[in-house]
């Protein structure tokens, strides 16, 4: 619908016919031009139009065959009896430039008996919602506290605090939502790295995430959503879009719907081509971002299992998984363990070690003081459990982690 926020209890409705092929100027243009004086100065087009009584003059016009076709909207806050005669006042309109015209009012719609007539249907499905609520008090007490749990994983993600879940760091993947509860649903559902937009306007965070991963807009079935989605599109990179089915929000959608929805994303430039929402691309959007971006997280991936393979194949791992079982820690040279040392006492006798070594591995984590320690006797290998707060990273040692190592 056409209604200015400012203008919104009454909607003039009236069809237009030219001789001739007419513009949209021209047949604005005609109204004010041919209504002026018309009807005295309290109710003169020009300066309603400049105190909100009446909202933007929509035309939709075409042309064929050397005539023209259309519709004009006007949205009215008089009352009935002046937006009555301002609806007679466009019958007037005989000209629209050197073309002959005809106006005829089809309707003056009560736009507040629509809005009554949508906050019927609306508290019909609240109230639904609320009757199947009640249905689900004695719901299983095991699947209660396990989604206690997986609420209790939001976190408060970049400058923005905005509501995400705890993988939206680690995937090369996200989601990006609306609100903070379409996070808890997902978060519910199993789906841990999304993350929202938390208002109207995009926030840099997001617009940042998206020029490095994978992005979905996972979004309402709604005239919000429509406009989220062009606002998103306008500032962030976005590589697919999702929506729940129309009518519904994302924080309402069940398991089944969530999965069903992310199964048939589209790609953003044939979403666009398929659903006719009057949005464009921009001329600097990156067609070739999503491939570029898809070929960084298969690239990755691989390096990931080539990471667990050498991880795997690994002669050392055995000795590892022995020193951390006993809390001890092993200088050795050549793969030949030279000795071990409870791990308390660890980097002491390493500092005091005269022998030539090339490689240590701890049971525990790895420090800040022993990759020190470590260079100052010319390891050049380190593989512990995890890495601690080592925020200088020699480039002569090979740090390697086994926390994610098979027992």
Avoid: W
């Avoid at 617009?207 to 994978?214: A, D, F, H, P, T």
């Avoid at 500032?235 to 697919?240: G, K, P, S, T």
């Amino acid at each position: 619908m056409y209604n200015d926020p400012n203008a919104a209890k009454y909607l003039i409705i009236a069809k237009i016919e030219t001789d001739g092929v007419v513009e949209r100027p021209d047949v604005v243009g005609a109204i004010f031009g041919q209504t002026e004086g018309l009807l005295g100065d309290d109710l003169d087009l020009r300066d309603l139009q400049k105190s909100g009584r009446i909202g933007r003059i929509e035309v939709d016009i075409k042309s064929e065959k050397g005539k023209s076709v259309g519709e004009i909207r006007i949205p009215s806050s008089l009352d009935q009896v002046e937006t009555a005669i301002l609806g007679a006042a466009l019958e007037t309109i005989d000209r629209v430039g050197p073309c002959r015209a005809r106006v005829e009012v089809v309707s003056i719609e009560d736009i507040r008996a629509t809005k009554r007539q949508r906050v019927v249907e609306r508290a019909t499905e609240l109230l639904q919602m609320l009757l199947e609520q009640g249905k689900q008090v004695s719901e299983d007490i095991i699947k209660a506290v396990r989604e206690r749990v997986e609420i209790e994983e939001i976190i408060s993600y970049g400058e923005e605090h905005l509501p995400a879940g705890p993988n939206v760091d680690k995937s090369d993947a996200i989601i990006v939502v609306e609100g903070r509860s379409d996070v808890i649903n997902l978060l519910k559902n199993g789906i841990k790295n999304t993350i929202a937009l938390n208002g109207t306007s995009v926030p840099k965070t997001i617009i940042e995430l998206s020029k490095k991963k994978i992005v979905t807009a996972f979004l309402d079935g709604d005239r919000g959503g429509d406009l989220i989605l062009k606002e998103l599109l306008q500032v962030a990179d976005i590589d697919f879009i999702a929506r729940a089915p129309k009518g519904y929000e994302v924080e309402e959608l069940t398991y089944k719907q969530i999965q069903k929805a992310l199964r048939n994303k589209m790609p953003v430039d044939q979403y666009l081509a398929t659903h006719d929402l009057g949005i464009e691309l921009p001329e600097n959007h990156n067609h070739k971002s999503r491939e570029k971006k898809e070929e960084k997280k298969e690239k990755k991936a691989a390096e990931k299992e080539k990471e667990k393979k050498e991880e795997k194949e690994d002669p050392m791992d055995a000795l590892f998984h022995e020193l951390n079982e006993k809390k001890e820690a092993a200088i050795l040279h050549n793969e030949k363990v030279l000795t071990r040392i409870p791990l308390g006492e660890f980097i002491d006798k390493l500092k005091e070690f005269k022998g030539k070594a090339d490689t240590v591995i701890t049971g525990g984590v790895i420090s800040q003081k022993l990759v020190d320690v470590a260079l100052q006797k010319g390891i050049t290998k380190i593989i512990g459990y995890k890495i601690g707060n080592v925020t200088k990273r020699p480039l002569g040692i090979k740090i390697i982690t086994k926390d994610r190592v098979k027992k």
